[in-house]
């Protein structure tokens, strides 16, 4: 069975830092781009962050460019947002992903092969 398990949410003062984490079991990463989006009440889907697996190479949503990281490590099946600078318009649910063919940042709509279940993050100002 495929799961995914976003955890470290919270509430935390703008300016300060959260740490992501989201641990996959049932599948691996090695041929899954890894994607972090976000859901905030009454807005569409917004993406994150991606890393792809083909390369390494790493992409941000504009809004959070310069603050937040996305890393992963293999060996553990774990991926990580590093949410450095946070405002309170970065207040949503955030939920990790993982897909076979592209990271979907672009599209609300994007249906990923696999995501997980979100984690709170509340920024008060």
């Known amino acids: 069975e495929v799961q995914l398990q976003a955890s470290g949410g919270g509430v935390v003062q703008a300016g300060g830092s959260l740490r992501l984490s989201c641990v996959a079991s049932?599948?691996?990463?090695?041929?899954?781009?890894l994607i972090w989006f976000r859901q905030a009440p009454g807005k569409e889907r917004e993406g994150v962050s991606c890393?792809?697996?083909?390369?390494?190479?790493?992409t941000y949503g504009d809004s959070v460019k310069g603050r937040f990281t996305i890393s992963s490590d293999n060996a553990k099946n774990t991926m990580y947002l590093q949410m450095n600078s946070l405002k309170p318009e970065d207040t949503a649910v955030y939920y990790c992903?993982?897909?076979?063919?592209?990271?979907?940042?672009?599209?609300?709509?994007?249906?990923?092969?696999?995501r997980g279940q979100g984690t709170q993050v509340t920024v008060s100002s």
């Open positions: 049932g599948f691996t990463f090695d041929y899954h781009h």
């Open positions: 890393i792809r697996f083909s390369d390494g190479t790493t």
């Open positions: 992903a993982a897909d076979n063919e592209d990271c979907g940042l672009d599209s609300a709509l994007y249906e990923y092969d696999y």
